[in-house]
């Protein structure tokens, strides 16, 4: 059951997505020191005013985002200088607050201390990562005016969490959802049509004295990638998993090839994007217990050459092996991942 995976998949392989970036909080503006005087007041009187506060750095977490892979590139972030005080008592204007958006689920670290900021986990949510430095005061206060103060600086660790450790995907009206249904205590709506589920539905298997989080995914068909059907946007969901089970209904209403049916889906993965079909797999066949599903299995086979765990999920033939596999790639994975990456963790080695 040790999945034999070549080098170039160790490379690619992505467990956790990490990224590293340095914020700074605007400063603040330099109070004015100004003196106004006119034919009554020979002496002058202090007129300067306040620096404006420099902005804050918020972190958002934003639904639209799936990946940190947008820090790769941009990993410096400022929020705007306050203003200068001006004369005429004048005071000058804030920085801006930059927002920086991250996908929910990321957590949020301190570089320096690796103490966890926040747990970004719901969507909207934000948390202010530095503070601009306040303002200088100007001398119309009667004293001396003062420059503002630096905003604060920090570098983050943003690590983005997986949302399971096995998605099951397949085409529509697969049977994904009985399946999962079978294994966790998840129920999901089971409906004789395709696209039933509209977004990933989470459940957890318990396997001795252990479990594991399975996600049922909305059906993908051809096209998926370029947003047919219920498109890409669920797609980025089968990122965030350890591996995939590619279920295969034996048996399909329509007729078709289950064989063909499975090669395109592999295709789509791999047209949205290599990561995602480089994911460790298990492929299942389902509905067993329908009528001719023995005979087109021994096809299956022989046209895929895929080793194949046969299961119905109605009648819950097959379910203990299929857990006990899953469980057993998802430890596989874990575990060659970190012997893979556990020496120079932080470095970052996880994005
Ligand atoms: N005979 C038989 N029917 C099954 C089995 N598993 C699922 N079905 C039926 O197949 C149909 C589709 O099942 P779902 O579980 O909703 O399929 P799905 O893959 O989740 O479908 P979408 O969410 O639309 O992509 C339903 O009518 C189920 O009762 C099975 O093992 N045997
Ligand atoms: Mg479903």
Redesign the pocket.
Known sequence: MVSPMGSKRRTRMKLIDRAKIYVKGGSGGKGCQSLFKDIFHRKGVPDGGNGGDGGDIILKSDTNLQTLLDFRYNQHFRAGNGAHGGSNNKNGKRGFDRVVKVPVGTIVKDAACGLVMRDLNRPGTGITVVRGGAGGKGNSGRRDATPGEPGEERTLVLDLKLIADAGVI??????????VSRISEVH??????????KSPRLGVVRFHDDSFVVA?M??LIEGAHTGRGLGDRFLRHIERTVILVH?VDM?PLDGSDPADNYFKIEKELRQYDESVADKPRIVVA?????SDSGRSLERFRKRTGKRVLP?????GDGLGELIKTIYGKIKDVKKEFEEDNGQDRDQGAYG
């Open positions: 397949g085409l529509p009206n697969a049977g994904k959802s009985t399946l999901s709506k089971i409906a004789p049509y395709p696209f039933t589920t049922d909305p059906g279920l048996a389902g509905k067993m217990d329908l299961v119905s999920a109605v009648k």
